[in-house]
């Protein structure tokens, strides 16, 4: 349980520092977040939908890590885990005394598996994140360009105030360099956040796996071979006089 604890409170140790940054550098937030409200707005509420996605993750795994503590520590009874560990659980229920190697590496293997498939989701959002940076970044270069484009289009050199004219064409592919920085800034700001939670939540299930493994390893019994050192004396033995017998005959021949 205490790698639980201290993986939930280094979560919550950064979203406290996130949150604090932000509210320190709230006015620069806010000109990086309205540069373009709409696309910065979807990539802000995709981070906030993986930050709570990894805290739900991480909540779900403390009724495993609860049974396997109660599992390793001999207390049977009790509700079983609800999703990762069931199927071990099912398959452990009559708690034999000691399992094959074979059996370990089965039950192993499964809890990877659904580990794996657990961590998906989390992974998908961190590679969203970095999508909606990257189109920001490319959305804003084609308003950059068209914007320049306009201006050099519209500009009539003989007029007077062609650089009235050029000032006030200006705004739009400053828009778009706008849209383009801060929109990558969000995305990959915001794929860290959810890649360091998300590490977080694989620390955990990487304990689970290894307590398990460091439990069912003590438990573990192997093959027995079915020859013993006596028998292989014996065949040794035969074995040497066949040998005598083939050479004395050979002998013979010759």
């Given at each position: 349980?205490?790698r639980?604890?201290l993986?939930?409170?280094r979560?919550v140790?950064f979203?406290?520092m996130?949150v604090a ?6 006015d620069?937030?806010?000109q ?8 910065n707005g ?7 939908f993986?930050?709570?996605l990894?805290?739900v993750k991480?909540?779900r795994?403390?009724?495993e890590?609860?049974?396997?503590y109660n599992y390793?520590?001999g207390?049977r009874?009790?509700n ?5 560990l ?11 005394s ?19 498939d ?6 998908y ?7 909606l940076?990257?189109l920001g970044?490319?959305?804003?270069l084609l308003?950059?360009v068209g ?7 519209g500009?009539d ?6 650089l009235?004219s050029?000032?006030?064409?200006l705004?739009?592919?400053l828009a778009?360099m706008a849209?383009a ?8 700001g915001?794929?860290?956040?959810v890649?360091f ?7 955990v299930?990487n ?15 192997t093959a ?5 050192l006596g028998q292989?004396?014996s065949?040794a033995r035969a074995?040497n006089?066949?040998?005598?017998r083939?050479?004395?005959t050979?002998?013979r021949w010759?």
């Amino acid at each position: 349980m205490n790698r639980f604890h201290l993986n939930l409170n280094r979560m919550v140790l950064f979203i406290v520092m996130l949150v604090a940054g932000i509210i320190l550098f709230f006015d620069p937030f806010m000109q990086i977040a309205t540069a373009n409200i709409v696309l910065n707005g979807i990539i802000i509420g995709t981070t906030l939908f993986g930050i709570g996605l990894c805290f739900v993750k991480m909540f779900r795994l403390l009724p495993e890590y609860r049974w396997l503590y109660n599992y390793c520590n001999g207390k049977r009874g009790g509700n079983l885990p609800p999703r990762i560990l069931r199927p071990v659980a099912q398959m452990l229920s009559p708690r034999p005394s000691r399992i094959s190697a074979s059996a370990l590496q089965s039950i192993l293997d499964l809890i990877l598996l659904r580990f794996e498939d657990d961590r998906e989701s989390m992974r998908y959002i961190t590679n969203v994140l970095i999508f909606l940076g990257l189109l920001g970044t490319f959305w804003g270069l084609l308003l950059t360009v068209g914007g320049f484009a306009e201006i050099i289009s519209g500009l009539d050199m003989m007029d007077e105030s062609v650089l009235e004219s050029m000032q006030a064409g200006l705004a739009r592919p400053l828009a778009g360099m706008a849209t383009a920085f801060t929109s990558s800034i969000l995305g990959l700001g915001g794929s860290l956040v959810v890649g360091f939670l998300a590490l977080q939540v694989q620390i955990v299930q990487n304990s689970i796996l290894h307590d398990t493994e460091d439990y069912f390893a003590a438990h573990t019994h192997t093959a027995t071979p079915d020859v013993t050192l006596g028998q292989i004396g014996s065949a040794a033995r035969a074995l040497n006089k066949s040998v005598q017998r083939l050479d004395k005959t050979v002998a013979r021949w010759e």
